[in-house]
């Protein structure tokens, strides 16, 4: 998790930034990338978050991954390569990450309510 976080910051800072004016087909939309990322930031944080030792949350994470692609009806190759295309395109994975933050933030603050 610690080396995808740094991956995703250096991607961000030295990346280049080819925009396009259209997503390529395959590739997930910005909306949908926020969408799945949440929920993939919420299952990690589930995950390290449980009362077991952290060998069994590293083999928990990958079964509640699935279950999130199950239900965004994507693969993890679908995901993977929209992933791979964002970081290419930094600008746009700055902004899906600053959308990402958001969202977690606001569930976050709905949730202390």
Do not use: W
């Not at 693969?75 to 994975?93: A, G, I, P, W």
């Amino acid at each position: 998790m610690v080396k995808k976080i740094i991956y995703i910051i250096m991607a961000i800072f030295f990346g280049n930034s080819c925009s396009t004016a259209s997503t390529p087909e395959g590739i997930l939309s910005e909306d949908k990338m926020v969408e799945v990322l949440v929920d993939i930031h919420m299952a990690e944080g589930m995950a390290s978050s449980l009362p077991i030792p952290f060998d069994s949350s590293k083999r928990i994470y990958p079964l509640l991954e699935k279950e999130i692609f199950l239900k965004h009806q994507i693969t993890d190759s679908v995901f993977m390569e929209s992933f791979q295309y964002y970081l290419r395109n930094s600008k746009k994975m700055e902004t899906i990450y600053a959308r990402t933050i958001d969202s977690l933030a606001l569930k976050e603050k709905i949730g202390d309510q």
